[in-house]
């Protein structure tokens, strides 16, 4: 008998060939396939996971790392024998963010500081010996003053970039990170956009006050940073000089359009930039988020050229929750890479693979949509027991992992079709 978290409720071109509950733990965000297992960062059950996923049709739990008290280990990065994990404040632990609103509503540097006086979590960035891969054996540590990092970006070397949000500025900035020695990661350079150091004085003169002003990550090419800024948009910044980085272009369309920038990928062979603008609140109140393609032949000013078509197979906004995009498989060293196909999560509409041979015209290429999560695990009030589509990895083999605010891991294989 077919298992049925194993049948989906739309599939074109893909097929679901294996799940996970993650070991009864099935909220993940970010997930990384590294030699034969999964590692999955936790946004309610409080640590990470090891998947054992060698066996792609049978993946099974091979271990979890309980985070610190109040702390969020959700994002994470793997290169060779090296896992860089993030430490934050656990934001969602809060009673003030209940409702959801709250977290992309303004400045996050109150919810962070509440406590500062005696601050009752982990912030930094933590560093894992994974030689043998089910047991991560932490070897270094980077501490910062403030909530913490949310999302880095490491693919090997001696550099690393992330996300920080530290005492005096209003919310998440870029920070660089000199991994000469992981036993001993040092915070080497920041960077930030005008207004956003409230310690020194400055004055934000955002276009949206409400808006979320912070750095989601940096994903990072040669010497530049691509920088999601959320309702700022895109930040492109020169991180030549690891020390001091610097502006060379900002795109702004928050408003007219709503902001939430997630992701900004470049595909250098073609001089193209996929960036993708996350969904947020329910049933698009936060308005319509694409996925931009952009012309990035001139590194200071990027032109948006088309935008992929949203899923129609269904009427999602009905089905509640979450409608739109969240996260693109972003091209890692090791993994599947193309410039032609993307694959990004849709929230509530699982899985779309695009292609964007001609970036004027992207069309849907492939689709697969997985059952509702089996147990609410969100601890929220008042959520919708829908898919949260949440992170895609997508392997050298070309397998599609995909990860869920509820529902578990799951593992597809995409086939071309018409």
Known sequence: MTDPALIPTHARNMRLIGWSDQGGRPDGVQLMVHRGYAYVGHIFSKGFSIIDVRDPTRPRP???????????TLHLQTHEDLLLVIHNKDMFAQPEMADEKAYYKGAVSGHATANASGRDWSAGMAVYDISVPDKPRQIGFMPVEGAGLHRIWYVGGRWAYASALLDGFTDYMLITIDMQNPEKPLLAGRFWLPGMNAAAGETPDWPMPNGRFGLHHPIVHGDIAYCSW????????????????????????????????????PLPGRDLLVVVDETVLDHQEDGFKPVWIFNNAVKANPISIATCPPPDDSDYLAVGGHFGPHNIHENRPGTFISEELIFVTYQNAGVRAYDIRDPFRPREAGAIVPPAPRRMVDPRPNRAPVLHSADVHVDRNGLVYFTDFNAGLCIAEYTPGP
């Open 230 to 265: 959320r309702d700022a948009c895109l930040a492109i910044v020169d991180v030549s000089d690891r020390h001091d980085p610097r502006l060379i272009a900002r795109k702004v369309w928050s408003p007219p359009f709503g902001g939430g920038t997630h992701n900004a990928l």
């Open 62 to 72: 091979a271990g979890y790392v309980a985070a610190p008290p109040n702390t969020w």
